[in-house]
């Protein structure tokens, strides 16, 4: 069975906080895809990253990094000096072979609060 | 490119109408799907296509038509609406399969009384 758990329904910090948002996955492939969006208030979605299963570097995009640890079946975000603009619903999500690789599994969501 | 579109963004029915929610996306993207959006549930697939002609179920799929005569369109059918069919439903396209990044459309909110 294919699972991702988002155990933090919410979080709220105050600007300039680090935050990290936990993401822990279940699948029996070794092939797989990993991914975050965000939504937010105005309730779009959008595309941040994609990580595959064979690359577990760690990636930084300006304040937005991710941590990938396969051993842990992890897919961690942090969010250096958060922003307001940051205020959204973070999902993780999971998309394998076992599914053809054409059904994405969501978490539930985490709502960060950003406060000012 | 206008990418993925949505019509309607709300949509107020009674138990037992039935409606249909449109979708398109204009970048000749393979792949399409639906979810819907429930509180503390995260996205649920409903219905997928990996291209015209071509549909499957999803997660899901119960109360629940989709078809794909066009690269372009599809198209979800609720036959007999529900109040467990209130939610926040999301068109995703993709090029390629599934596993690729998926462009969403803006979502209709659909309310079910």
């Known amino acids: 069975a294919q699972k991702v758990t988002q155990a933090q329904t919410e979080i709220s910090v105050v600007e300039k906080e680090d935050v990290t948002l936990d993401c822990v996955y279940e699948?029996?492939?070794?092939?797989?895809?990993l991914f975050w969006y965000k939504q937010p208030p105005s309730g779009e979605l959008v595309f941040l990253i994609r990580?595959?299963?064979?690359?577990?570097q760690n990636e930084i995009s300006g304040r937005y990094s991710w941590n990938f640890q396969k051993s842990t079946s992890s897919f961690n975000f942090t969010i250096t000096a958060s922003q307001v603009v940051d205020s959204a619903v973070y999902f993780c999500?999971?998309?394998?072979?076992?599914?053809?690789?054409?059904?994405?599994?969501f978490g539930a969501g985490t709502r960060l609060a950003v406060h000012p | 490119n206008a990418g993925v579109t949505q019509t309607p963004k709300f949509q107020v029915l009674k138990t037992g109408q039935s409606m249909t929610l449109q979708c398109a996306q204009d970048m000749n993207h393979e792949y399409m799907s639906w979810y819907r959006q429930d509180p503390g549930m995260g996205l649920r697939l409903i219905h997928y296509s990996v291209g015209a002609g071509i549909t499957d179920q999803g997660e899901v799929p119960n109360g629940y038509n989709v078809s794909r005569s066009t690269t372009e369109d599809f198209p979800l059918r609720l036959l007999s609406a529900a109040p467990s069919q209130t939610s926040v439903y999301f068109c995703?396209?993709?090029?390629?399969?599934?596993?690729?990044?998926?462009?969403f459309g803006p979502g209709t909110r659909l309310t079910v009384l």
């Open positions: 699948t029996r492939d070794t092939t797989y895809y």
């Open positions: 999500a999971l998309i394998s072979i076992s599914g053809g690789y054409n059904k994405l599994i």
């Open positions: 990580r595959n299963s064979f690359d577990e």
């Open positions: 995703a396209s993709t090029p390629g399969q599934g596993y690729n990044e998926q462009f």
